[in-house]
């Protein structure tokens, strides 16, 4: 069936190192992508989004990259900091759907 | 600005006793309602999701059920609960299908 997964469940990075998370999906009617953060015991916190018809978004030290031909999704942090040790979530929909599907989640550890 | 809200916080109820989870979302009208539960260690299981008062769409077959009383509320219901219903209870809101979904803070349920 469809899914959506992370390729590694956790990442140890140095504090001021750039962090890689990666994400592969299967559904090839997905449209639009999300990635959250999420620090433990609260909800997810959106991150950024893009949509099929871009391949990369900059944020503020984050930036998504997305290869259709191969299904796969990326989040780079830049200069990570303690504050970025979370559980990364990507996520993805068809178009005008409601529902999400979440992958299981990448921990990502910053070692100072 | 929008805000959602849960209560309670946490909960710690015996088998076979009723839930009532809230959620409201404030500062927008007409959102689209969601909510999931986050098994420990893993990613967001949709459970139901709902375009407008009395419109409910289950995504998983349980013992749960929901309903939206009103335009920015929406209630997770249970009348007897299982120990398999433990979990993280996240409500979410979003403006319309294919956008950001916006995460509350969570009910750490525990049924013992």
């Known amino acids: 069936g469809e899914s959506v997964g992370l390729h590694l469940p956790t990442l140890s990075v140095q504090e001021g190192d750039n962090s890689i998370i990666n994400c592969a999906y299967s559904n090839s009617a997905s449209d639009y992508f999300i990635w959250y953060k999420q620090e433990s015991g609260k909800g997810p916190q959106f991150i950024i989004d893009?949509?099929?018809?871009?391949d990369k978004r900059q944020g503020q030290r984050v930036t998504v990259l997305l290869n259709k031909t191969v299904k796969h999704l990326s989040l780079q942090i830049a200069a990570t900091q303690p504050g970025d040790s979370a559980v990364y979530f990507c996520a993805e929909t068809p178009s005008n759907d409601y529902k999400l599907s979440f992958g299981a989640g990448t921990t990502v550890t910053v070692r100072a | 600005s929008q805000t959602i809200h849960q209560w309670p916080a946490t909960l710690v109820q015996p088998v076979g006793s009723p839930l009532s989870l809230e959620c409201t979302v404030e500062g927008t009208s007409n959102p689209n309602l969601y909510w999931y539960r986050q098994a420990a260690g893993r990613g967001l299981q949709l459970l139901f999701y709902s375009v407008g008062i009395g419109q409910i769409s289950s995504e998983v077959p349980q013992n749960l059920s929901a309903s939206r009383p009103q335009d920015r509320q929406f209630i997770l219901s249970s009348k007897k609960l299982l120990l398999s219903d433990s979990g993280f209870y996240l409500c979410a809101w979003s403006f319309a299908a294919y956008n950001e979904q916006f995460f509350g803070p969570g009910t750490r349920l525990t049924v013992l």
């Open positions: 893009i949509r099929s018809n871009m």
